[in-house]
């Protein structure tokens, strides 16, 4: 369905439940129109974004109240903070729309202090909670702006899907795609919104099980969103090597000093091989999306998942990283729509002021090919 309207690959960025929970002074986002257009002129097609679905379905005009995932990473806010998620969420993507924009839509579940996403029990539930959100998008003639739905970020990560009631945990306690009870939560849910908006693509993002592909199922999604980083698990030990635990770095200021001391050292030794094992990831799923007819869009990725900008911290061997995992990726024509890293918004200034830089890769994204 997208693929066929598309003539060239998309630039995206991805800004979360930023969007919403940043806007205080300084934060990036208190001036949608400012910051659409300084995407515009970085080169972006579209963005993704979450539609806090479960709080829409609750009640979409009250205020909410949302609990911190983290406090030291820059997406979200690191304090309690409150929104009321309609009419803003039309509003953000009607000045999308106004300015050529599209959206995808996602749900990183933000815990609100009476936890609803906790009221979630079915593939049902899922389903029906996301088709109230279109419902609410459709009602304001915006569902030409929506370009895909990711039902789940990351699924079926415990952090984002906490609700997940599983048969039998999978490695570390997480639950595994190839289990059935996981891939009918998926199938099912997709379904109730295909029957809905038939005219939409749907897809669960995914964030691992990569080497084991082969053992799932995607029959039922119109696209494949895996985010790869160079430093995640099944890619390469960068992490171990540095002594670096993503678990505890939401929340411990150690892991972000590890990171300023050891980090582009690291990556300085040999860049060459630590760009080889983010190539092996990209050559993997390029192959997973060939075998399953799977079209690929990546959101999320290509360097190390945490970094922000920080004393020590020095954007530019990571701006070397993106580069090279964008160019290998636009090279495979599988994707058809690429970020050029996780931290392309205005919080992440150090990564956003180089224009120039976001220029060239989106200039790259464009010229690419899809299969």
Same mark, same amino acid.
């Given at each position: 369905?997208?693929?066929?309207?598309?003539?060239?690959?998309?630039?995206?960025?991805?800004?979360?439940?930023?969007?919403?929970?940043?806007?205080?002074?300084?934060? &990036?986002?208190?001036?949608w129109?400012?910051?659409?257009?300084?995407l515009?002129?970085?080169?972006?097609?579209?963005?993704?974004?979450?539609?806090?679905?479960? +709080?829409?379905?609750?009640?979409?005009?009250?205020?909410?109240?949302?609990?911190?995932?983290?406090?030291?990473?820059?997406?979200?806010?690191?304090?309690?903070?409150?929104?009321?998620?309609?009419?803003?969420?039309?509003?953000?993507?009607?000045?999308?729309?106004?300015?050529?924009?599209?959206?995808?839509?996602?749900?990183?579940?933000?815990?609100?202090?009476?936890?609803?996403?906790?009221?979630?029990?079915?593939?049902?539930?899922?389903?029906?909670?996301?088709?109230?959100?279109?419902?609410?998008?459709?009602?304001?003639?915006?569902?030409?702006?929506?370009?895909?739905?990711?039902?789940?970020?990351?699924?079926?990560?415990?952090l984002?899907?906490?609700?997940?009631?599983?048969?039998?945990?999978?490695?570390?306690?997480?639950?595994?795609?190839?289990?059935?009870?996981?891939?009918k939560?998926?199938?099912?849910? $997709?379904?109730?919104?295909?029957?809905?908006?038939?005219?939409?693509?749907?897809?669960?993002?995914?964030?691992?099980?990569?080497?084991?592909w082969?053992?799932?199922?995607?029959?039922?999604?119109?696209?494949?969103?895996?985010?790869?980083?160079?430093?995640?698990?099944?890619?390469?030990?960068?992490?171990?090597?540095?002594?670096?635990?993503?678990?505890?770095?939401?929340?411990d200021?150690?892991?972000?000093?590890?990171?300023?001391?050891?980090?582009?050292?690291?990556?300085?030794?040999?860049?060459?091989?630590?760009?080889?094992? +983010?190539?092996? &990831?990209?050559?993997?799923?390029?192959?997973?999306?060939?075998?399953?007819?799977?079209?690929?869009?990546?959101?999320?990725?290509?360097?190390?998942?945490?970094?922000?900008?920080?004393?020590?911290?020095?954007w530019?061997?990571?701006?070397?990283?993106?580069?090279?995992?964008?160019?290998?990726?636009?090279?495979?024509?599988?994707?058809?729509?690429?970020?050029?890293?996780?931290?392309? &918004?205005?919080?992440?200034?150090?990564?956003?002021?180089?224009?120039?830089?976001?220029?060239?890769?989106?200039d790259?994204?464009?010229?690419?090919? $899809?299969?």
């Amino acid at each position: 369905m997208l693929k066929s309207k598309l003539t060239h690959p998309l630039a995206i960025a991805m800004w979360d439940f930023s969007w919403l929970e940043r806007r205080w002074p300084g934060a &990036g986002y208190e001036d949608w129109g400012k910051v659409l257009d300084e995407l515009k002129e970085r080169g972006y097609d579209a963005v993704r974004i979450d539609a806090y679905p479960h +709080l829409i379905a609750s009640d979409p005009a009250r205020e909410w109240e949302l609990l911190p995932v983290w406090s030291q990473h820059d997406w979200g806010s690191p304090a309690p903070t409150r929104v009321r998620v309609q009419p803003a969420l039309n509003e953000f993507i009607g000045l999308c729309a106004e300015r050529g924009v599209k959206v995808a839509l996602s749900s990183w579940f933000r815990q609100d202090e009476n936890d609803v996403r906790m009221h979630i029990k079915s593939p049902e539930d899922l389903g029906q909670i996301w088709k109230r959100t279109l419902d609410t998008i459709a009602e304001a003639g915006l569902m030409d702006s929506i370009l895909w739905v990711d039902l789940c970020n990351e699924w079926p990560v415990p952090l984002w899907a906490p609700f997940l009631k599983f048969a039998s945990e999978g490695i570390d306690g997480v639950p595994s795609r190839t289990q059935p009870d996981i891939r009918k939560w998926m199938a099912d849910a $997709i379904s109730i919104l295909r029957q809905a908006y038939p005219s939409l693509d749907y897809c669960f993002s995914y964030t691992g099980e990569y080497t084991n592909w082969r053992e799932q199922d995607v029959s039922f999604m119109d696209l494949l969103e895996p985010h790869i980083w160079m430093a995640q698990e099944e890619v390469s030990d960068f992490e171990p090597r540095m002594g670096f635990d993503l678990g505890k770095a939401g929340f411990d200021p150690a892991m972000y000093d590890i990171l300023a001391r050891k980090a582009e050292p690291l990556y300085r030794e040999n860049p060459d091989h630590w760009k080889s094992c +983010l190539k092996g &990831g990209i050559d993997l799923l390029a192959e997973w999306s060939r075998e399953t007819g799977k079209p690929l869009i990546t959101t999320e990725g290509w360097a190390l998942v945490a970094y922000k900008d920080w004393p020590l911290l020095d954007w530019e061997w990571v701006k070397e990283l993106c580069a090279f995992g964008v160019e290998e990726a636009s090279k495979t024509g599988r994707w058809m729509a690429l970020s050029t890293s996780h931290f392309c &918004g205005p919080q992440f200034v150090g990564m956003w002021q180089d224009i120039e830089w976001h220029k060239r890769l989106t200039d790259l994204i464009h010229q690419g090919h $899809i299969e």
